[in-house]
Structure formats: C-alpha cells, structure tokens
C-alpha cells in the first residue's frame, strides 16, 4: 500500500521517514520529494509498505504526530491523474 507522508521538514531524508514506519512492519520503499530545479524537498513523501494491515496501522498511529517539529498528515496515496 502506498502512504502520502505531508507536512515534512525540509530536512528529512528517506531513512527518517523509513526510521518512523518501521515499528509498523515491512517498508517495500521510502522516498523524500524533491524539486529536481532547486534540489530542495517539497515537504512531503512517500512509504510504500507490503501489508495493507500494516500500512493502515501505520497510518492511524502517525497521522496528526510530530516529526523533526512538525505535524504530519499521512494518508493513503491517491493515484496520480
């Protein structure tokens, strides 16, 4: 299941978002976005995790808590149009 992480600070990384999703079970990807023009993350990402269960525990755990300072807001991702 692929999770939409919002609202990151501007200096987390991959590993970050991978250290908070990890206690919920296995993470098939974690990405920062970033501006390919300024090199710069866009605040927000993406987890992809192996199991809905787990993705769904995740999300519910997560969203509305603080990471580096600043609150998330995780979702299930949409598909892109």
Do not use: C, H
Not at 30 to 59: C, H, N, P, W, Y
């Amino acid at each position: 299941m692929n999770i939409y992480v919002g609202n990151l600070a501007y200096g987390t990384t991959d590993d970050d978002l991978r250290a908070a999703f990890a206690p919920f079970g296995a993470i098939t990807s974690a990405r920062v976005v970033f501006d390919k023009e300024t090199g710069r993350s866009r605040g927000f990402g993406f987890v992809e995790m192996a199991s809905q269960s787990e993705a769904l525990a995740a999300i519910d755990a997560l969203n509305q808590t603080e990471l580096q300072g600043r609150q998330l807001r995780i979702n299930e991702a949409r598909p892109k149009r």
